[in-house]
């Protein structure tokens, strides 16, 4: 039978694993060692859709095999019109399952379940760039609403004419890295900018990271190396974020990255925000070369590489979104501007998976 269905023998291996990985979830002693608990849950929490996909691929295979039986054994005919309307069926259902299953053995970017930090800036053009990084993150905060995903600024420093010169946020939920990831790179818009008093189309552009959040196991941080100083916020938030000195400032001695939070009132929430931001920024550091080597891999490798390549056009004129990775065109930007962007990330995940089957093979 494996050797018509090779994919059922990995697959039994799978399962095995996700056994001893049930097992060891419940010792004691790996319940005493964090680290190690959250890692091997982790891989268990991966493995669940294999081997529930597992189970019922193996049991087709058994079907299909039972059904055969009966045709080349079998006399009585309601027996057998039976086993052929069983075994049409499920000829027709394995190929599919399989190039599920196909999908599901791909290694998983082990991020994508994270929650993610994203920052963007507005880059060239001015005012207007400024404007637009503020279209950017209304559309990022109306479509975290649409998802159930919870958004919170870090820092925020705001444009002469509205916008912002550069926003940073974190967005928490369940699997909001997988999906913010794509975002990463310089997103141009062509426009009349509210600043053109001549009616001109003007091109400029703003530049997104997104960030994998690091957890406390993820960077092993040491105090004595991270300098902390406070000072007033500046901004929105009425008068009593402007004078008391609730912002916080870290810097990283050994690399030099200095992170700031000053949205909220509290000195302390303020610290916890911007802790956990300078630990994801220096984990960032590692797995920014983990993300050069798949870039080289894949072509399309739209969740990585070069975040100075330019990811996508927002044509007003022509309510056009092209998406130059895939070159994917909608003529919906109203829409797409209020925060309906899952089509979009929807066809670059698939472009991804066709990648990565392709590198698999």
Not at 212 to 229: G, H, Q, S, T
Request: with cysteine; charged share 30%.
């Amino acid at each position: 039978m494996s050797s018509e269905y090779p994919l059922v023998d990995k697959l039994q291996e799978l399962k095995k694993k996700y056994i001893s990985l049930s097992e060891q979830l419940s010792d004691p002693v790996v319940m005493g060692d964090m680290k190690k608990f959250i890692q091997l849950n982790r891989e268990y929490k991966e493995l669940e859709p294999i081997a529930a996909a597992g189970d019922k691929y193996c049991k087709m295979v058994q079907d299909l095999e039972g059904a055969k039986e009966i045709l080349l054994n079998e006399k009585d005919e309601d027996l057998r019109d039976l086993a052929k309307e069983e075994l049409s069926g499920i000829e027709s259902q394995i190929p599919v399952m399989e190039e599920e299953i196909k999908l599901l053995l791909i290694p998983k970017d082990p991020q994508d379940d994270k929650n993610a930090i994203v920052e963007i800036r507005g880059g060239t053009g001015g005012d207007e760039a400024a404007i637009f990084a503020g279209d950017l993150y209304r559309m990022y905060a109306k479509f975290c609403e649409r998802k159930g995903w919870k958004l919170e600024i870090n820092s925020q420093s705001e444009g002469a004419s509205g916008g912002y010169k550069e926003i940073i946020f974190k967005v928490s939920g369940q699997g909001v890295y997988g999906v913010l990831k794509y975002e990463s790179g310089v997103h141009r818009v062509q426009r009349v900018p509210q600043t053109e008093t001549q009616g001109r189309v003007h091109t400029s552009a703003s530049s997104i990271v997104v960030l994998p959040e690091a957890d406390e196991f993820d960077v092993e941080l040491n105090m004595n190396d991270i300098r902390k100083d406070t000072f007033c916020s500046s901004g929105p938030g009425g008068q009593s974020v402007n004078t008391t000195y609730s912002a916080i400032r870290l810097t990283h001695i050994p690399t030099g990255l200095v992170v700031q939070c000053q949205d909220e009132k509290s000195q302390l929430k303020n610290y916890d925000k911007a802790l956990a931001e300078l630990r994801t920024r220096l984990y960032n550091m590692e797995y920014e070369k983990y993300l050069n080597e798949m870039s080289k891999k894949r072509k399309t490798m739209v969740s990585t590489g070069d975040r100075s390549a330019k990811i996508r056009t927002y044509n007003y004129p022509q309510s056009r979104v092209t998406d130059h990775r895939i070159n994917y065109t909608m003529y919906n930007l109203p829409v797409f501007m209020d925060g309906d962007i899952q089509e979009v990330i929807d066809q670059l995940q698939i472009a991804e998976n066709a990648e990565r089957l392709k590198a698999e093979e």
